[in-house]
């Protein structure tokens, strides 16, 4: 069973928005971590002094490669599927007296 490829694209998305959320504040440095580094006026004291956006989107990108390819790599084999997920069990069938 093949998926199509928008459904690719749309599930990588997914992974990489969460990825990015995930690597975001690794190695993130505020001011009070940098000696001799002074606040302006206006600014939060929680800012990042190093935020470098290109590195974060090649980390998000590379994590999401990884998540989407166990994620095929599942649809494609059926490893976890939705009945091994059921912890309740089958529901009862219902006799509706047609």
Request: proline residues 6%; aromatic residues 14%.
């Amino acid at each position: 069973m093949a998926m199509q490829w928008t459904s690719m694209v749309a599930i990588y998305g997914l992974f990489w928005v969460l990825s990015a959320f995930l690597v975001m504040p690794v190695g993130l440095r505020t001011p009070g971590d940098v000696k001799g580094h002074t606040v302006a006026k206006g600014h939060a004291d929680s800012a990042p002094v190093n935020f470098r956006p290109r590195v974060i989107a090649a980390r998000a990108t590379v994590l999401a490669l990884a998540l989407f390819g166990l994620y095929y790599a599942n649809y494609a084999e059926q490893w976890i599927t939705v009945e091994d997920l059921n912890v309740f069990g089958r529901p009862p069938v219902q006799d509706l007296g047609y």
